[in-house]
């Protein structure tokens, strides 16, 4: 009996050898031999594609070099890759375009709207706040105006009354009692008074002269001009007067126009008292009339006797200030000091002086006719439109 054959362990190894050694070559069109296919097995595990052969070797490591070769250019599988590569970074490109564009759009969305947002409410804000500032502007001027016209109206009141219980007749003057001739006492420094409390500049009486009485007039201010060195000396003593002090003067005496006497007229409206006084100019019986700014408001003040408000004095338009915004103005520094502008608005307030019977208030009552009242003076007020504003507003740290 014989006895069985021992199994036998094949090694990995041999089936390796034995399988490269069984395995013919597949011919797809050549005329090798056997010899030569197997020649070629040995030197080449992957496919040739310039002499259209094809290697069908089993072994592991040919189909591992195969599955793990490099591409090499021209392979197709090299030009694949280059295609998807190159739309990969097509759509990268395309994507960041797009999210930029996005992320701009938004950002600029958000910052306009942030803005409209924001200049709206800020405008809506200033907008009130410029009308309630105005509103309390206007009205601190409407009071301001009436308390000025409310202290020059008794001032005037006390000048009628004076003239009408006093003696006025004065044993230099050539002429007698009445108005026009009347030279209040005191006249400084009660104007003195009545600019602190009214926030005025200058306080100062045009007295109306009718023509017939032009030369007894003069002569009556040459002798009664005393006023004018008691008025510069309480200048001097008071702490409010801002203004410049002018001590040497002289006097024209006669009704002129800045240093020219006044032509013949049918009346003039000359000046007389004034507080403060500079004169720098003749002090004195300057004629109102002739001042072409200011002439159309004299003249409604000697037609309806009602307070007249003038035009500005000294504002000029884009041709720069004539020789009448110039005057104005360099008078203007005289009364408001060197650290104001005198460009700046000023007007006059023009009160009629009127006398009437006894015991008159206004000249609106009914029992009191026209042809019982006369018009005697005008007196001016001057007004600083930068004094009147000045605290009104709270100031703001």
Not at 147 to 154: H, I, Q, R, S
Request: aromatic residues 10%; charged residues 20%; negative net charge.
């Amino acid at each position: 009996m014989t006895p069985p054959a021992a199994p036998t362990t094949e090694r990995p190894e041999d089936a390796l050898s034995r399988d490269s050694t069984s395995t013919p070559a597949l011919d797809l069109g050549s005329s090798s031999s056997p010899s030569m296919d197997t020649e070629e097995n040995n030197h080449h595990d992957n496919f040739h594609q310039d002499d259209n052969h094809l290697d069908t070797g089993s072994s592991d490591h040919s189909r591992r070099s195969y599955l793990y070769r490099k591409p090499h250019e021209g392979d197709p599988m090299h030009n694949k890759e280059d295609e998807i590569a190159q739309d990969e970074t097509k759509n990268l490109l395309w994507l960041r375009g797009v999210t930029f564009c996005f992320l701009l759009v938004a950002t600029l969305g958000v910052s306009m709207g942030v803005y409209f947002y924001l200049h709206t409410s800020e405008e809506a804000r200033f907008e009130d706040k410029f009308f309630d500032t105005a509103s309390k502007v206007l009205e601190a001027l409407g009071t301001q105006l009436e308390n000025t016209l409310g202290a020059v109206d008794a001032f005037s009141v006390a000048t009628t009354t004076y003239a009408r219980y006093s003696n006025t007749n004065n044993d230099n003057a050539t002429t007698g009692t009445g108005w026009p001739f009347v030279t209040l006492p005191e006249y400084a420094g009660q104007g003195s008074k009545l600019r602190s409390l009214s926030k005025i500049y200058l306080l100062a009486m045009y007295h109306y002269i009718a023509h017939k009485d032009r030369l007894a007039w003069e002569a009556y201010t040459r002798a009664n001009d005393q006023w004018v060195d008691q008025g510069i000396q309480t200048q001097k003593n008071d702490p409010t007067f801002r203004g410049n002090i002018v001590e040497d003067w002289s006097s024209l005496g006669e009704i002129n126009y800045y240093g020219q006497s006044a032509e013949n007229a049918t009346y003039y409206v000359a000046r007389w008292q004034s507080s403060p006084v500079v004169p720098r100019w003749d002090p004195y019986n300057w004629n109102i009339i002739q001042h072409p700014t200011v002439r159309d408001a004299i003249q409604r003040v000697l037609d309806s006797r009602t307070v007249v408000l003038s035009l500005a004095l000294n504002v000029f338009g884009k041709d720069g200030p004539g020789e009448e915004e110039q005057e104005s103005a360099v008078n203007l520094q005289d009364f408001i000091g060197e650290n104001q502008f005198a460009y700046e608005p000023a007007v006059e307030l023009y009160v009629p002086v009127v006398t009437g019977p006894p015991g008159m208030v206004s000249l609106r009552d009914p029992e009191i006719s026209q042809d019982d009242t006369n018009l005697v003076a005008v007196m001016a007020v001057s007004i600083f439109w930068r004094d009147l504003i000045t605290d009104v507003l709270p100031h703001w740290e």
